[in-house]
Every structure is written in C-alpha cells, then in structure tokens.
C-alpha cells in the first residue's frame, strides 16, 4: 500500500473513533433539561440513561444520533474506496465501525479527572453504535438484529442482554452470508469485536444479573409491579 493511502486510512479511524465520540446524550440532556447525564443513574451518555435524564424523546433522539454516528463510518470508508482515496478492504469497513463503538463507550471528549486526581473517561455502553454499524456494514441486518433485541428486551426483560443480543446476532448474521458465499467473511469479525466491547462495558449490569438485582423492564417488569412477592406484601 502506497503512503498516502495508509496515512488516509489512519485518518480514516481517527475520524471514526472521533465520530463515535461525540457524547449526544450528554448534549441533548443538558440542552432539554441543564443535567449533567454523567450525574444520572448509571452516568452513560447512551440513549437508555439519557431517557432516564429527560424522557423518552431524548433517548430516542440520542439513540438515533447514536446509530448513525456508527453507520457514517462505513459510509465513509466505502465513500473513500470508491474514490480511489483508499484501498477497498472489508477489514477497514469492520474495524471503522468498531473505533465509532469504541468512541462512544470511552470518549475523548469526556474525559475528566475525578476528585482523587485520577484520570476518567466517560460514554456509553455501545448498544446503538453497534447496531448502526452493523446495518452500515449490510442494511437488511436490522431486520434481524432489531426483532432480537426487542424480544430480549421485552420478553426476558434486562436491557444489558438485549444490548448484548445486538452483537450477537449481527455475528450470526455474518457467520451465515459468509457461509453461503454473498458476504465478507471479516465482517464476523465485527459481531465479534463489539460483542467484546459490549460485555466489558455491561459488567456492572452482568454481575447484578447474577446477583438478581439487575433492573426489570417490559413485560416481567409489568408483571412484577402487579404481582409483588408475598415477602414484598407482608413487609
């Protein structure tokens, strides 16, 4: 590969990291409501915490702009290839896409030194970006990884493991066009990477699902407020 296209596609991943980066929770919270997301609940800026902060449009807005912060990586990147900037490589479109999760959940722009002095760096836990990269990677994947998701979301009732249910479906999804010989084989490797990511940034809502104490939602959650344990009665 020539020096400019290596010096490109370096640039190429900086700006994807630099996309991801961008906290839209926290800008769209402190426009509607002046909260600092970071003080909130589990203190991410995705779209889950920033309904928390100022309501259900906000974290929908967040979440959108989230998608697509991810999304507009690979766009990038074949943008890029088309016009020749860039060798075409099915490598570079996983791993931009995967630099915007990794911006998201650990972004540069929030990064803070706490009151001990240590270094802290703030986002998100990657559930939206990783969804978008992944229908940037190859659109009809949302009509796979979104029905999942809202299944595990509504149905088994944990948002961690429908975050989670995201990267592994868009695995399997992969694994399958790779198999059948219509898609890249690399782009497993992206379900993969951010599954990775997925996992490391949810060990706190992991461990409380262990423990039983990780939050309900959907219909358990529902089911839960109308039929309290007889403990929860008596007590």
């Not at 190429?12 to 991801?20: D, E």
């Not at 906290?23 to 402190?30: A, E, Q």
């Not at 009732?157 to 989670?164: D, F, R, V």
């Not at 839960?224 to 007590?235: D, K, Q, V, Y």
């Amino acid at each position: 590969m020539e020096p400019m296209p290596v010096i490109t596609t370096a640039l190429v991943l900086l700006v994807s990291y630099l996309l991801g980066a961008i906290p839209f929770g926290l800008i769209i919270v402190r426009l509607k409501t002046g909260k600092d997301i970071r003080k909130v609940e589990s203190g991410r800026t995705g779209g889950t915490n920033a309904g928390r902060a100022a309501g259900f449009w906000a974290g929908a807005l967040t979440a959108v702009m989230d998608f697509f912060k991810s999304a507009a990586s690979v766009l990038l990147v074949r943008l890029l290839a088309g016009n020749q900037l860039i060798s075409p490589s099915p490598w570079l479109e996983v791993l931009a896409p995967v630099l915007a999760v990794l911006g998201h959940n650990y972004s540069i722009f929030l990064l803070e030194r706490t009151e001990s002095g240590r270094l802290k760096i703030g986002g998100g836990a990657g559930g939206a970006p990783t969804t978008g990269g992944a229908v940037g990677l190859w659109l009809p994947s949302a009509f796979f990884m979104l029905p999942v998701g809202l299944i595990v979301l509504f149905g088994v009732g944990y948002a961690s493991l429908a975050t989670i249910s995201v990267a592994v479906t868009a695995t399997l999804v992969f694994a399958y066009r790779a198999w059948i010989g219509v898609g890249p084989w690399q782009y497993i490797f992206y379900g993969i990477f951010t599954g990775i990511l997925l996992v490391w940034a949810l060990r706190p809502n992991l461990k409380r699902l262990s423990q039983g104490t990780e939050r309900l939602v959907g219909l358990r959650a529902r089911y839960r407020r109308s039929h309290p344990p007889n403990n929860a009665i008596h007590s």
